[in-house]
C-alpha cells in the first residue's frame, strides 16, 4: 500500500520540516507545490527526503478573486502530479496539520475516502513560549474534512476539498490543526495576510474582515466559539467535542 502527500505551501519554512518529519510515519513520498515563498519554503522541501518532487510557483496574483481560484487550480496540479506514483491513497495536507491516523485501518476498508476531525490548537498564556508542538490545550470544536482519497478519474479540487464524485466516504482519524498556534507573530503575519487578500463569504461574514479584527489577539482563554479548551486527550471523548460548520 502506498500513501502520497500533497501539499500546496506558501512562507511556511519555520514549521514544514516538523510536518514532513511527521509524515514519515504515515506518507511513502511527498509532492509540494510552493506559491510565491519569499523564505527558505523550497530548499527545505527540496532538502527533506520524503519529498520526491516541488513545483515553483512565482507568479504572484494580487487579485483576492483569481488567489480564491488558485486554491483549487494549483491543489488540482500538484494531485496530477503525484499519480506518477501510482498511489493507492493520496492525502492532502497544508503545512500546519499534523495527522493522526492508524494506517493499518486503511487495509480492506470499505470507503475510498475519509473525512477526518480537525480540531485548532492555540496558544495560552501558559504556553505561549512553549515551541508550538508543546502547546497544551484545543478546542472542542471539530471540522470535518475530506483529506484522504483514493485517486480515480475526475477528481476536482475547486478548493480545499476535492470533488470525487460518487465516493464513499469514511470518518476516520484526526487532525492537529496549528494554524492559530504557531506563534504570537505568525499570528499577526497570518491576520495580515488573509486581511489583504482573502475575498470569501462565510454565513453572510468576509473572512477578511473576521482576520482583521483578530490582529493582536493570538493568546486565548477559550476557543474561538467561546468554549473551554480540552486535551488531545479528550479528542477521543464524544461527550466533550462538538461538530461544527466551516
Request: with cysteine; hydrophobic share 30%.
Amino acid at each position: 500500500m502506498k500513501i502520497v502527500g500533497i501539499t500546496r505551501i506558501r512562507n511556511e519554512a519555520k514549521i514544514i520540516r516538523h510536518t514532513l518529519n511527521h509524515l514519515k510515519g504515515f506518507c511513502d513520498e511527498v509532492y509540494v507545490l510552493d506559491h510565491c515563498s519569499t523564505d527558505d519554503s523550497v530548499e527545505v522541501c527540496r532538502s527533506h527526503p520524503i519529498v520526491v518532487d516541488v513545483i515553483v510557483n512565482d507568479c504572484w496574483e494580487s487579485n483576492p478573486i483569481k488567489r480564491l481560484e488558485l486554491e483549487g487550480t494549483q491543489r488540482q496540479e500538484i494531485y496530477e502530479k503525484c499519480l506518477v506514483s501510482k498511489p493507492d491513497w493520496v492525502y492532502y495536507f497544508d503545512a500546519d496539520e499534523f495527522i493522526d491516523f492508524n494506517k493499518n485501518d486503511l487495509v480492506n476498508t470499505q470507503y475510498d475516502s475519509f473525512k477526518l476531525k480537525f480540531f485548532d490548537y492555540y496558544i495560552t498564556e501558559k504556553d505561549k513560549r512553549k515551541h508550538f508542538l508543546n502547546r497544551n490545550f484545543c478546542g472542542r470544536e471539530y471540522r470535518e474534512i475530506l483529506t484522504l482519497f483514493k485517486p480515480r478519474p475526475n477528481v476536482l479540487f475547486s478548493h480545499r476539498e476535492p470533488t470525487l464524485g460518487g465516493t464513499n466516504n469514511g470518518v476516520l482519524g484526526k487532525v492537529k490543526h496549528y494554524g492559530k498556534a504557531v506563534s504570537v507573530t505568525e499570528w499577526d503575519k497570518t491576520c495580515d495576510y488573509y486581511s489583504n487578500h482573502l475575498y470569501e463569504v462565510n454565513n453572510g461574514v468576509e473572512i477578511s474582515k473576521k482576520w482583521q479584527q483578530r490582529k493582536g489577539k493570538a493568546i486565548h482563554s477559550v476557543s474561538d466559539f467561546g468554549t473551554e479548551f480540552i486535551t488531545w486527550k479528550d479528542t477521543d471523548n464524544e461527550l466533550l467535542i462538538t461538530k461544527r460548520l466551516k
